[in-house]
């Protein structure tokens, strides 16, 4: 899946206000695949994670494929990355 540099902006943009699952979803999806950024799974699985708790059954998929490819202290990173991103966002 190949994300164009408008895509991308886009997805970050959206995280301006209260984004919807679909865009946190899209983000990992950029991260995961390197597409538009560098590759970093740590950051997909955030936005998979971020995605799959606000109901994008989808991201749950992706975030175990991710998981597969990393370490416990990546993932615990991750994991982090998330709540700490839910503190500052009403969601």
């Known amino acids: 899946m190949a994300f164009t540099d408008v895509e991308v902006k886009e997805a970050h943009d959206a995280l301006v206000g209260a984004p919807e699952p679909e865009d946190l979803n899209r983000l990992g999806l950029i991260y995961s695949s390197g597409e538009g950024r560098e590759l970093d799974l740590v950051e997909a699985h955030k936005w998979f994670n971020l995605a799959a708790v606000l109901g994008f059954e989808t ?12 370490r416990s202290d990546e993932i615990v990173s991750a994991q982090r990355a998330a709540r700490k991103w839910l503190q500052g966002h009403d969601c």
Request: proline share 0%; charged share 35%.
């Open 59 to 70: 991201a749950k998929v992706y975030r175990q494929e991710v998981s597969d490819q990393m």
